[in-house]
């Protein structure tokens, strides 16, 4: 066993090398890809000429469509992917959970809700009223959570429970208010967004979650010790002179924070932030400074090509991207409790 961390953990550079080369070639064909599609060498042009560069953009048509519709989306996507996995990494440690993911806190069906009470009941206004109901809402049930848990953030087993309680009590407060409002044209919207969508992608959320992930993964590698103590407990990680108290508040924090900004950008996407942890740490090991990038490369191009197939394979129909990613990891999801149960 010993040897094969060792093994992992030597091919973690080369993973990270090979991943980010991936994530670069996967924005650059992701973003030529659709209804017309546009060669990879006429992408990195029209990018390249907005950045600054010495090359001449390719037809205005083509322009439009790279920046101002496919890029935004498909860095959207990869800014997801990556905050997603970022999360479900932290969070299994955290809470020495295997199937934790980063919506535990309650913070996705707070989202919903704040969504939903913008379609419908058409609280706030503006370019910003989906995405802030949705921010709101998420902090609202992340903060119900810690009210209660109270003193006791540090026992996973309520962590858990809390987060379920909320969970269940803003999907319903959700369900609510989808009920009373009787607009079927409103109801199409909510289910949309509920499934998880990245149709709304502009250069203002993409920027907004690119804040948000990147301060993220700046503060949580700096936990990255910590991370590795309590993956193996709290006693383990408090005998090795971790002050646990302090950390965990604030792992949860960022997890929340971090996955409230990226759902209220583009809904509830399931399975990311549970199932590609574990592929990270299947490659790299589990050593959190480099896993957490790991997962965050891994994550990224998951979901630029999930969305990129949501919005293509069924063309001139679009799939929500959730029910993409939800069909995959189901599957995933089976293998991987079967062989933590053993069964054969």
């Given amino acids: 066993m010993t040897a094969i961390l060792r093994t ?18 996967s924005l650059v064909v992701a973003a030529g890809l659709g209804s017309a599609d546009i060669p990879p060498l006429d992408v990195a042009r ?88 949705a921010f709101a809402g998420a902090l609202t049930a992340f903060a119900c959570v810690l009210l209660l848990l109270g ?34 044209d409103r109801t199409r919207a909510v289910t949309f967004w509920l499934l998880g969508s990245l149709a709304r992608a502009d250069w203002t959320l993409v920027g907004v979650c690119a804040v948000g992930t990147t301060a993220g993964m700046a503060l949580l590698r700096l936990y990255a010790g910590h991370l590795d103590a309590l993956a193996f407990g709290r006693e383990v990680a408090a005998g090795v002179g971790f002050e646990v108290r302090r950390a965990e508040p604030v792992l ?25 942890p574990h592929a990270a740490r299947a490659l790299v090991g589990g050593r959190h400074a480099v896993l957490l990038s790991a ?12 969305d990129t197939a949501a919005r293509t394979v069924f063309a001139p129909q679009e799939m929500p991207v959730g029910v993409l990613t939800a069909l995959i990891g189901v599957p995933a999801f089976a293998v991987l409790l079967r062989r933590r149960t053993g069964a054969p």
């Fill in 295 to 306: 997962a965050a490369l891994l994550g990224a191009v998951f979901v630029v090509w999930a």
């Fill in 252 to 276: 949860y924090v960022i997890a929340a924070v971090v996955t409230g900004c990226l759902v209220a950008a583009s809904g509830a996407i399931g399975f990311v932030g549970l199932l590609v």
């Fill in 151 to 184: 003193r006791a953030l540090g026992s996973a087993t309520r962590v858990v429970l809390a987060g379920v309680m909320v969970s269940q009590l803003f999907s319903a407060l959700t369900s609510l208010i989808v009920v009373l409002s009787g607009d079927a």
């Fill in 8 to 25: 992992r953990g030597a091919r973690g550079p080369l993973v990270l090398v090979a991943g980010g080369a991936c994530l670069v070639l």
């Fill in 46 to 133: 029209t990018v390249g000429a907005h950045l600054g560069g010495p090359w001449e953009t390719p037809s205005p048509l083509r322009d439009s469509i790279v920046w101002d519709l496919r890029l935004p989306r498909v860095l959207l996507a990869a800014l997801t992917g990556a905050g997603l996995a970022l999360c479900g990494t932290v969070l299994q440690a955290t809470t020495r959970n295997p199937l934790a993911d980063p919506y535990l806190l309650g913070v996705s069906s707070g989202a919903s809700t704040g969504a939903v009470a913008v379609i419908v009941l058409g609280i706030g206004g503006g370019v910003f009223a989906l995405p802030g109901g």
